[in-house]
């Protein structure tokens, strides 16, 4: 019975994940490069931005100096801090993981429930 339960659980979880599929590809320098400055150009306009600066200068840094350190970081170093500023969540707080982790306890009991 538990092995079942078990088995149901994996292929309902296998389901509801996501699967994505891999592409490879030649990158030129151009795009490399581009792909470079298009990540130094949006950090340094999230570092523009009114709000981002009050609270720099709330903690004690200088703006400026902030963009002069952005703008002396290699172009890995700038797409590292650019992708740590994408993945931040856009409003104040994030309870995305609860509402999925409520729908995979909800799709579990019903599945026990409908099987048993």
Do not use: K
Request: proline share 3%; net charge neutral; aromatic share 8%.
């Amino acid at each position: 019975m538990l092995f079942r339960m078990i088995c149901r659980f994996l292929v309902a979880a296998l389901l509801l994940s996501s699967v994505t599929v891999a592409r490879a590809g030649i990158i030129g320098a151009d795009q490399l490069s581009a792909s470079a400055m298009s990540s130094r150009t949006a950090v340094m306009d999230v570092l523009a931005r009114p709000e981002v600066v009050s609270q720099l200068q709330a903690q004690g840094i200088d703006p400026q100096d902030a963009r002069d350190r952005v703008s002396a970081m290699s172009d890995s170093e700038v797409q590292a801090l650019r992708g740590e500023l994408d993945a931040l969540p856009a409003g104040a707080s994030s309870n995305s993981g609860w509402w999925w982790a409520a729908a995979v306890v909800v799709a579990i009991v019903v599945w026990y429930l409908w099987f048993r």
